[in-house]
């Protein structure tokens, strides 16, 4: 009688490690992808200390109209929350709100933002200061005032929330398409931080910083903010 061939359990247990690390990086690189807020830009939406999850997918290329109509991909709409690489560093992530689409006309006047001369309303936005009345407004006041500007093809005009603190396409640019990597879609956790928290300085304090929060996670979790989606 032939021998019954069977794993070793060991085998087993690497092969299923192997499959669930492929399985892990697959969906990391093309399904969802976790971040971290760590500045002020998107405030009062977002907050520093908010962890996302953010859809790679819904933005990826399609072979034809069929795969549009079956598969849960779209364009970049005006107003979507994108996780991009930043242009000038593009090994880091940056966080902004789409404001101009390819074609659009882009002016910043009075911090009110116009799109092909039309005024956008914008309830999500925050401002440090109110508007000056302009006679103080500089032409190097870009919170004031900025264009009017035409985003070229395959390019989107950016902007924080926080407008009178973000840096944004006012004064890097625009930002190509092929730099977005996905929308965010909701924060599965909040953590209430200070900003230091988010300075790595070495072994101890990623020590210390993982204490904190290991023994400030009831406190300090902001539990409203917990699934909630993102707009």
Do not use: C
């Not at 085998?11 to 492929?22: C, G, L, Q």
């Not at 697959?26 to 859809?55: C, Y």
């Not at 440090?128 to 005032?145: F, H, I, K, N, Q």
């Amino acid at each position: 009688m032939p021998s019954t061939f069977r794993k070793s359990t060991v085998r087993e247990y690497f092969e299923s490690i192997v499959i669930a690390v492929i399985l892990a990086l697959f969906v990391r690189t093309w399904v969802v992808q976790a971040f971290k807020i760590p500045t002020g830009s998107m405030e009062n939406n977002l907050l520093i200390g908010d962890h996302l999850l953010v859809n790679k997918f819904v933005f990826g290329p399609t072979a034809s109209p069929l795969d549009r109509t079956l598969l849960p991909v779209r364009d970049i709409h005006r107003g979507d929350v994108i996780v991009f690489k930043y242009p000038e560093e593009p090994e880091r992530d940056f966080i902004k709100r789409v404001v101009g689409l390819p074609g659009d006309t882009v002016e910043l006047k009075a911090k009110k933002v116009y799109i092909n001369g039309q005024a956008l309303e914008e309830p999500y936005v925050h401002f440090l200061t109110p508007a000056s009345d302009g006679s103080e407004v500089t032409s190097m006041d870009v919170r004031e005032r900025y264009g009017p500007v035409t985003v070229p093809a395959d390019q989107y005009f950016v902007m924080g929330d926080n407008r009178d603190n973000s840096q944004d396409s006012r004064y890097w640019g625009f930002l190509p398409r092929s730099y977005v990597k996905g929308r965010a879609m909701m924060i599965y956790w909040s953590y209430e931080s200070d900003r230091d928290d988010f300075v790595d300085d070495g072994l101890g304090a990623t020590i210390g910083r993982l204490f904190s929060v290991v023994t400030h996670f009831f406190t300090k979790t902001r539990w409203e903010r917990l699934l909630h989606q993102i707009h």
